[in-house]
């Protein structure tokens, strides 16, 4: 499915995303003034300041570390620069591309971000998510054989070309690519946009040195190509800090200092820390930033007077007149910015497509999700099936059996369904977020290919579940009733899946979800008929009955069984005991009316339009505050 040929495959690739040759490409420069980042808190107006106006300029083709001690505002600082904040975070200041002020747009589309945790899904192999990367993030005029290209490029690259049909696996005891291997496809994942910007969060966590060592060694090499590279970094090795043409100093939310490795230590020698020999540079420099317990005072007492002094030295007056230069280079000539101006999205229609692809892997390929829950269904319709034969007969005991079958086949196709949908959008929350942050597609897209992928299993389970345990029991012996029976059960799994949607997207965790969810339960099954007679319930329990779907499947099945039978034998008719003679008293005795068939399916669409509604409202709002 991933192997395109055709007659321009042997033409020069216009854009490649590694070259090969020693060429410098024509760069972007990066450079901010007077930036803060603030977050808000939600409860109160009240705001903590994370970076306080700061300025500083990347130039491409140098490999420039952001560095400082836990806390010091080094992420909030990047990913200010990489319009990627999430909500509640304001950012103030300029940020400019060769000059020129840039938007959210530029940013995500012609730059790339790789995060410090690696999330994939892990049913997917690595040529599959490098083509729904391929497919989501690059622009929709760029033809099958060319991406095909360079996947195949970025695979030799990174060392992960025999690896290409590989699992990529969950972090388990089903890992299939080691964690280093996981860098390096997160790695060429963001590489595949050919981006002028390359955004890096700890990009060596996680790794051993000889993983980390090669993986900066193929950043410098993709920056000494034209392209600027900035990371953030918490403890480097010497080797690696080594690598870095520039570094940016980070300590309570201001710079302390900018410019090369060897600057920077003679900048610290001159504010009289020196480091001494034989030590780590970079292990020195954070260390006399940072913030030390039950030394707060005194440390940060330090880091203030080194950010202080930075702003009076000469590295600091070489960064003010870089900015100017480039704001007054970009004021002389009409210059774009780049190609990425021209950048067509993927059409809907495509990502919907990729979207339900990669969805419907994941129910493929994962047992626990589909082949599980299928062979759990038939056991339990083999199992009820065989309690039942030969309970099914036109007699009193007879009717209390039928509608027993009955009750199994709504709560089978409710309640299983209904929790195991429950860890649907909880387990997908973190990746969702992110690529949605990174602009790849909106909210309504996502949940529709979401719901497109179980469609199939949606439709089978109830299938399989309904023909075994019907003719097994021996209920109504007509091709009419077996196919209405259907259509109730697949309604009736279907709407139970849209609630669980629901309530998946409305908690945070499963065990949230499910606290709500139980007494939900439980009002709805004591309402759907059998357990009590619903003229008789309270009138402030009454409404229920509108809501609740097992109601509706429960009569529709029951009107399916009894409608026009009025032969019921009554042989152990006692006199103490009533005796139901036709289908319309079994009717009666639950307050279901015959007539109702057909309005009880529509209410059921009714409740799975709404669910659902609910469900992506849920989640559209969740993505908006997370």
Known sequence: MFSFSGKNKRKKISKVVIETSPVRIQGVTLSWRDLSVYAMNRNSSICKQLINNVRGIVKPGDLTAILGGSGAGKSSLMTALAFRTGPGVVVHGEIRVNGQPVDPTYMKHCT???????????TMTVLEHLWFMARMKLDRRIPNWEIEERIDILLREVNLYNRKNVMIGTGGDDKVLSGGEKKRLAFATELLTDPKILFLDEPTTGQDSTSATALISQLTSFASRGRTVLCTIHQPSSAIFKEFHK?????????????????AQRFFAKQGFECPENYNPADFLVATLAITPRNEENSRRTAQSICDAFLTSEACKEIDIALQHEIHISKSYDWRLDICNDFQEPRWWSRLFWLTHRGFLQVLRDPSVQMFRILQKLCVAMMAGLCFIGAINLDQLGIQAVQ???FILVAENTFFPMYATLSLFPQELALFTREHRAAMYPTHIYY????ISLVPGLILEPVLFTMVIYWLTGLRSTIEAFGLTLLVTIFTMN???ACGCFFSAAFESISLGMAYLVPFDYILMISMGPFAKLSSLPIYVKWVRYISWLLHSTEALTIVQWQGVHNISCELERIELPCIRDGSEVMELYDFHEDNFWIDILAMAIM?????LLGYFCLWRRCRTK
Do not use: K, N, P, Y
Not at 112 to 122: K, P
Not at 448 to 451: A, N, P, W
């Open 608 to 612: 799975f339009i709404c669910f659902h």
């Open 404 to 406: 027993g079958v009955l």
């Open 247 to 263: 570094i940016i100093l980070v300590a309570d939310g201001r710079i302390a200092f900018a410019g090369t490795q060897e600057a």
């Open 448 to 451: 529709l290919s979401r719901m």
């Open 112 to 122: 790339g971000f790789m995060h410090q945790e690696d999330i994939f899904i892990g």
């Open 495 to 497: 709407v139970s899946t």
